[in-house]
């Protein structure tokens, strides 16, 4: 379970969130991250990157109201819990919330106690269903564990024949699945280094064997697999009568990828030889002993020399490493270029030719980076004589994973440095707009960012978030419109970009101290 949990508090006055944030700040609960939006659909968009453990949810707010963002969030988070914050007047919406699977709510003005009792109720909820969560895959790690030794046995039982008809049965009811007919396959790797260690072979024969697992479980082959002293034996069963001989080819091409792929580790024979079938699990281990006696005389060849064509543009593939790469996901970027670069480099034992791949790569990448999000990321132009010092493909695997970082450092700064401009824009449109009805959305959509991107980046160049900027500008020319007497509080609140002459007289309160007509009499009387 984790130490502590992320709240997003969602009103559409700032005053309320700043009330709430403190309360929670200020007490022992544990919750570790804050977030906050002032509507529904702000609410919904924070939420995609926050991932809050727990949402307070004002019900009535303009445009997307609690209820309708309760329920998004609702199918797009199940496991958040939300909390409503509720008027008397608005009490018919709280049995409305109670339907959509609302936690609890909470009835404004919040009392400090009510909002604590709340949340460590909500918490002890969330911890109660973690741990549930926790015992259940605990349980499934020791099943899946129970049933690898299982199947371990039951076909160390099969190829050495020690095994009955009954048995089998009881195996295959506890695997829910059964057998009708099939064959025994075994696969042998013979090291070419004498002097190679035994850990280091079991290293490589465990990855092999890992390797191929993989591939068969995604072909959806029924088989039971398992590693006896220097030997892979796999079972196939529960295929298509007639089809034996498409299985053991489609088997073969997955060892030889695997061995292309692992060329550099793998200095060794592969030898794979197949049995015959058989309609009775009881006598499957003739299959297995013809496989054993075919392996030592059929060597699966390896071609070392395969083609690969030269292309023009991107594939998915590529262009997902694109985002990747300008999104700053490093980690997802290393998994991509992994798969990419197995093709490229084990494409070809010339160092060479691998270095012309490369190159072509880089350079079609480098052209996607710039012409899909205007990245001007010029190539360097010694990158074909800094690819001349790789002479291996581990080192052309280092090259490229440094050159890759370098690229996302350098598309980082240019995305820090374009938005620092843009920023500065958007804080001189405010101080000559903010009579405007200016939203957060609306700004935020015409600087071409997300709303929480925006809100978090104004509040890294500004120190305060895009509201309380906003309202510091109407405050500050609001003071200087309060020294002329001949206008009154309703028509300096519209002059400034609010509606509402109440909550105007809240918000001034809030950064001045007193009220607008307080501060008036104070300035009329110095």
Request: hydrophobic share 40%.
């Amino acid at each position: 379970m984790r130490n502590v949990y992320k709240l997003l508090i969602v009103d559409d006055e700032s005053i309320e969130r700043d009330a709430l944030k403190y309360i929670v700040k200020e007490s022992n609960l544990k919750i570790g991250e804050i977030e906050e939006a002032s509507n529904g659909q702000e609410a919904i968009s924070v939420a995609t990157i926050f991932n809050p453990d727990i949402v307070i949810l004002d019900i009535k707010m303009p445009g997307l109201n609690g209820i309708e963002a309760a329920k998004i969030l609702k199918k797009i988070y199940s496991d958040s819990k939300i909390i409503f914050l509720t008027a008397f007047n608005q009490f018919e919406y709280a049995h409305e919330a109670i339907k959509i699977g609302v936690e609890d709510f909470i009835v404004k003005p919040a009392s400090k106690e009510r909002v604590i009792e709340v949340l460590s109720k909500t918490i002890e909820e969330i911890e109660k269903h973690e741990k549930a969560n926790l015992n259940k895959k605990d349980m499934e790690e020791k099943l899946s564990q129970v049933s690898k030794y299982l199947e371990s046995e039951f076909l160390t039982s099969v190829i050495s024949g020690e095994i009955d008809e009954q048995q089998a049965s009881d195996y295959l009811s506890f695997m829910l699945t059964e057998f009708n007919q099939g064959f025994g396959i075994a696969i042998k790797l013979d090291f070419f280094n004498e002097h190679m260690t035994h850990i280091n072979k079991n290293m490589i024969k465990k990855r092999f064997s890992e390797k191929l697992l993989n591939s068969l479980r995604i072909k959806n082959i029924k088989f039971l697999m398992n590693t006896i002293r220097n030997t892979i034996y796999i079972m196939i069963f529960g295929y298509p009568e007639g089809n034996k001989e498409v299985y053991v080819q489609l088997i073969e091409a997955e060892i030889k990828k695997i061995r292309e792929v692992m060329s550099d580790q793998i200095n060794a024979c592969v030898s794979i030889g197949c049995g015959n079938e058989y309609d009775s699990i009881s006598e499957l281990w003739k299959s297995f002993s013809q496989a054993k006696i075919a392996c030592k005389n059929r060597v699966l060849m390896i071609e070392e020399d395969v083609h690969v064509p030269k292309v023009n543009s991107l594939d998915i593939k590529e262009k997902e490493l694109c985002e990747s790469i300008i999104e700053g996901n490093i980690r997802e970027m290393i998994l991509i270029v992994e798969d990419i670069l197995d093709n490229i480099i084990y494409s070809s034992n010339d160092i060479s030719d691998i270095r012309i791949k490369l190159y072509e790569f880089l350079i079609l990448l480098n052209k996607s980076l710039n012409s899909d999000r205007n990245f001007q990321n010029r190539v360097p132009e010694k990158l074909f004589d800094d690819l001349k010092t790789v002479y291996s493909k581990g080192e052309a695997k280092v090259f490229i994973h440094e050159y890759l970082l370098n690229v996302i450092e350098e598309i980082n700064q240019m995305k820090t440095d374009k938005t620092g401009l843009i920023l500065n824009k958007v804080v001189k449109y405010i101080d000559d707009h903010y009579a405007d009805n200016l939203t957060l959305e609306d700004v935020a959509q015409q600087c071409g960012f997300s709303t929480y991107y925006f809100c978090k980046m104004f509040k890294k160049y500004q120190n305060c978030s895009f509201t309380d900027y906003l309202s510091s500008v109407r405050i500050k020319k609001a003071k200087k419109l309060l020294k002329n007497p001949l206008l009154n509080i309703k028509e300096i609140t519209q002059m400034i970009g609010y509606v509402d002459p109440n909550y105007f007289t809240r918000v001034f309160k809030k950064y001045e101290g007193i009220t607008p007509t307080e501060y008036r009499n104070k300035m009329m009387m110095n």
